[in-house]
């Protein structure tokens, strides 16, 4: 019974921790999502702790008041964070909002808090059966990990954080030994109930919304809102930061030249030059991109997008007919998948790979399971796409923030594949009206006509609308982006206001443009898009990481000592310390790598994170048959066996299917 309550609330509490990561990633500006990730440790350590400091705590009587307590704030604590009105990008700004931050801060660590006492309770208790409750604790999260994806999958996110606090309360009633102690674990699940029915409207930061919303769901992958702006337009909102287009047709290509749809960048010249064009979409989102192929006469199109239902919508659900059903067009082939993967599959395929803001901000909302944004835009990401072209192919990438960056990992993908003169394969557009860029990449050398007309004829007359930024006249040599290409990004580097080096798939964080050069204190009052300006936020996180763990960790695992009485060794003490420390770089750095060749966020979490626990909770049942040096070779064996052996096999399998 002990193992089974230990597993319950284990299960109980990982979960928790990934659905509020999940909410956090979508309601809050993105790099504070992992607040939740640091707290849920911080949190279980400090429940621990304060056993150790205050030993009348120390009783088995208090399970279920502390087991429903955490339950408690399990339920509430979405609820503060969300209607409490915190904005994080005010929080130097508006005195008012750190005592609401701290509140936050409070809510989210007491769950975890009153869960860090009940377990370490338990283990003291019972002691003698370690290996078996660590197991049970371990396989128990690794359980709950599946269990808050099937919930966020099935019922929706809002509702999944309601209903993880039922393992918490069946702990409790599991664990009573008086009956009047049953009361609270009871009223409790009929709050449960109540707030599961008002989940979808409470779960949820109120907003202004753009339009109508005429549809949402919000599940493991993302929160997805579908937005009606008039009747012939509507738009798909993911993670309240991203936005694809959807266009209403009626199915009719039988339409004069000035009745076709425009939509927004032009790439008919490009299609016209094959009398045979392979389309594919790098995120095809509302199926604008896959309309326009459609439209101008390509004979066989990709559209791939790693979001399922947006897939699904498109394709038989409620914007099939809304958008002509051109999912359901032959000539179309709907792949959900991770378009990078989905790349490498092919060499020599594609005539236009098209990407129209295949990575605005939702990377940096659902990146929140691990660090990464993702991987389209690295240098190795060029190559493939090189590769996939066809003899004569051509590659359109569109971006608002990121394009002095890709001109370098551009330039470096072609200097890497032995490309004679790379700066002839390319070409890079201003849209100044749009506020975007365009990169044309060709696997022949680019013509003057090519550049002139690929996406409508260049004249003075619409300089404002768009015009050449490389190759340009005299006049504009010194716009960024012709010096990057010229020059070299070393050589321009220094006078950029935001970081140039090109990244690759070791270091996948494009949008982390922030530089130290550019701290300033007065800078800190507006965080929002900071980045992209050139602010170090994400270095700024990180030190601040560095900095909590210096001032308040290490000296609170140290209190034991100043206290006096039983402590562990000095020795010991590292030991733990490390080895905790060690398992969450290693937990993290994992997801991050996996991510490439699994896919989507949540894909690489679930598999990462279940097989790190399950193989932990097996090795703590077996632990004590196996002498204490072995696993620390394995572990060294292991390391190098990453490095040399299953990085080059994640590349070498990479180009298959899911």
Avoid at 156 to 178: D, E, H, N, R
Avoid at 330 to 356: G, Q
Avoid at 569 to 576: E, K, N, Q, V
Wanted: contains cysteine; hydrophobic residues 50%.
């Amino acid at each position: 019974m002990t193992s089974k309550r230990v597993a319950l609330i284990s299960g109980a509490l990982i979960g928790l921790e990934i659905i509020w990561t999940r909410i956090f990633s979508a309601e809050f500006y993105y790099p504070f999502a992992f607040l939740t990730l640091s707290l849920a440790i911080l949190g279980l350590g400090l429940g621990a702790l304060s056993l150790r400091l205050f030993p009348q705590l120390n009783s088995m009587q208090r399970l279920p008041v502390l087991l429903s307590a955490a339950a408690i704030f399990a339920m509430s604590g979405p609820l503060v964070a969300l209607h409490i009105g915190l904005d994080f990008s005010l929080l130097l700004a508006q005195w008012l909002m750190t005592p609401k931050f701290i509140l936050i801060l409070l809510f989210m660590t007491a769950p975890f808090y009153c869960g860090g006492m009940v377990m370490a309770m338990i283990f003291r208790q019972h002691h003698q059966n370690i290996g078996s409750l660590y197991m049970a604790d371990l396989l128990g999260a690794a359980g709950g990990v599946f269990l808050a994806i099937i919930l966020m999958n099935a019922f929706g996110t809002p509702t999944a954080t309601f209903l993880l606090a039922f393992p918490l309360l069946l702990s409790a009633l599991i664990s009573v030994q008086k009956r009047w102690q049953t009361a609270m674990p009871i009223l409790l699940l009929a709050l449960q109930g109540f707030l599961i029915i008002k989940a979808d409207r409470w779960v949820e930061r109120p907003v202004e919304e753009r339009a109508a919303v005429v549809y949402k769901r919000w599940d493991a992958m993302a929160k997805l809102k579908v937005y009606e702006f008039d009747e012939n337009y509507r738009g798909f909102n993911i993670d309240n930061l991203a936005n694809s287009p959807i266009a209403k047709f009626d199915g009719n290509w039988n339409r004069p030249d000035s009745e076709k749809f425009g939509l927004g960048i032009d790439i008919s010249y490009l299609i016209s030059r094959k009398d045979s064009c392979t389309f594919l979409s790098l995120g095809a989102g509302g199926g604008n991109d896959v309309l326009q192929a459609l439209q101008y006469g390509c004979t066989e199109i990709h559209a791939v997008e790693v979001n399922p239902l947006v897939n699904k919508l498109m394709s038989h659900g409620e914007l099939a007919d809304y958008a002509g059903n051109i999912y359901q067009d032959p000539r179309v082939k709907v792949i959900t998948e991770d378009a990078r993967a989905y790349v490498r599959r092919f060499e020599e395929k594609f005539d236009i790979i098209f990407s129209l803001s295949s990575n605005t901000f939702a990377a940096l909302a659902s990146g929140s399971f691990a660090l990464a944004e993702n991987y389209l835009f690295t240098t190795e990401a060029f190559a493939d796409y090189y590769r996939a072209l066809s003899q004569d192919g051509f590659l359109m990438m569109e971006h608002q923030f990121y394009m002095p960056r890709l001109v370098s990992e551009v330039t470096a993908a072609l200097t890497e594949l032995g490309v004679e003169s790379p700066a002839a394969h390319v070409a890079f557009y201003d849209l100044p009206k749009m506020r975007r860029n365009i990169l044309l990449l060709s696997k022949q050398p680019l013509t003057d006509e090519i550049r002139q007309r690929a996406f409508g004829l260049l004249t003075s007359e619409i300089f404002d609308d768009i015009h050449l930024l490389y190759p340009v006249a005299d006049s504009m040599q010194t716009n960024p982006i012709n010096r990057i290409v010229q020059e070299g990004w070393k050589s321009v580097q220094s006078d950029m206001p935001i970081d140039i080096s090109p990244c690759d798939d070791n270091r996948p964080f494009v949008a982390q443009l922030g530089m130290m050069k550019n701290f300033e204190w007065g800078k800190l009052k507006q965080l929002r898009m900071a980045e992209f300006r050139g602010f170090p936020l994400s270095k700024l996180i990180l030190l601040t990481i560095l900095l909590v763990t210096v001032v308040l960790i290490l000296p609170l695992t140290l209190i034991p000592y100043a206290k006096g009485g039983a402590i562990l060794s000095r020795a010991a003490w590292l030991y733990f310390f490390s080895i905790g420390m060690g398992f969450m770089i290693i937990e993290v750095v994992l997801i991050q790598k996996y991510t490439l060749f699994i896919g989507p966020s949540y894909n690489a979490l679930v598999t990462i994170l279940f097989t790190l626990l399950l193989a932990s909770g097996l090795g703590s049942r077996f632990s004590h048959r196996i002498p204490d040096f072995l696993p620390f070779i394995f572990i060294v064996m292991w390391l190098f066996l990453e490095i040399f052996a299953l990085t080059p096999l994640k590349y070498a399998l990479g180009n298959l299917s899911m």
